[in-house]
């Protein structure tokens, strides 16, 4: 295998992977998206509007909640995508023995301490997650529940600025229309 065509074949790999770890889960929205979608998008953000070629920040993103979401284990993805994938997956999951506040207020505090890496990753959840809620919400969310999703989001952004002052443009694109929510 050559060194062009390893980093495509890691990142199919990658997706085949999270496809199926994924493969019963659905998205919020209305239309229950198939949940994949999700860590796709996050690619598609990485790579083609932040430029980023780094095959290990790609995979970490399609990557990013399977621990979180799914039965995936830590030791499962080191075999596969090697350890930095695995640490940056880890970097990104909350710990779900916790409870969603405490949680929620980890992400804000933890942000900043993360590796380069997990921020790209963190800070493409965060901007897929606000266009989700502008064009496809969770179904009964509240105008008040979106705004505070907003607001919760831009407080970990601040910890994850400096690492890509375009995608932090792109992110603050969004927020500017938390007034438009619906
Ligand atoms: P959740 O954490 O329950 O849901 C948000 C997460 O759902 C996102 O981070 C995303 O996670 C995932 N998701 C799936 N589908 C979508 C979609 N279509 N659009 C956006 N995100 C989607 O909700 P909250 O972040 O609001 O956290 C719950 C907290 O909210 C609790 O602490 C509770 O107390 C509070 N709450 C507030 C209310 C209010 O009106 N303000 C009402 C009820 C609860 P991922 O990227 O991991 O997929
Ligand atoms: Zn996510």
Redesign the pocket.
Known sequence: MNTETQPISSFIKAVAFAAYKHRTQ????VDA?P?IN?PISLADVLANEGGIDDINVLCAAVL??TI??TTTTADELTPIFGAKVMSIVVEVT?DKSL???V??QRQVEHAALISPEAKLVKLA?KI???R??LK????D??V??K???FD??AKVVAGLRGVHPGLEAVFDGLFQQRGDLT
């Open positions: 659905r998205r919020k929205d998206s949940y999700h990013h909640d979180e979401d909350d409870a969603k506040e949680r929620k959840d897929c997650n606000l989700d809620i496809t919400p969770p179904s969310w509240s008040d529940r705004q505070t999703y919760w989001a």
